[in-house]
């Protein structure tokens, strides 16, 4: 990530709302990532259920409700996934509010 000019701000920060594994930004930008990992990346791909979808709108909407220095023009949650052989792919604004 740090070589997207993202500086890691925080890990596993934990809100009432759930756990966010990763919290980055830029001047412009507030990105949580959520990591997952499986045997392949086709299967960790779809390891992101609904309901975690939802838990981590819910958690970063709280993460910018109490932390006014995370707030920034753009917000967006990403999802890095990895194989067994720790293969990555990161999907860029996989989750999305309705």
Do not use: C
Not at 4 to 33: F, K, M, Q, Y
Not at 37 to 65: F, I, M, P, V
Not at 71 to 85: G, L, M, P, T, Y
Not at 86 to 94: H, L, P, S, T, V
Request: charged share 30%; glycine share 2%; proline share 2%.
């Amino acid at each position: 990530m740090e070589e997207d000019g993202l500086s890691v701000l925080a890990t596993r920060h934990r809100t009432p709302l759930g756990e966010l594994d990763i919290v980055a930004a830029d001047a412009e930008n507030l990105i949580i990532v959520e990591v997952k990992q499986r045997a392949r990346l086709s299967d960790a791909a779809y390891a992101l259920t609904s309901r975690q979808s939802q838990r981590l709108l819910a958690a970063t909407e709280y993460l910018l409700a109490t932390n006014p220095a995370y707030q920034r023009s753009n917000v967006r949650i990403d999802v890095i996934v990895f194989d067994e052989n720790f293969q990555a792919r990161r999907i860029k604004d996989a989750v999305r509010a309705a």
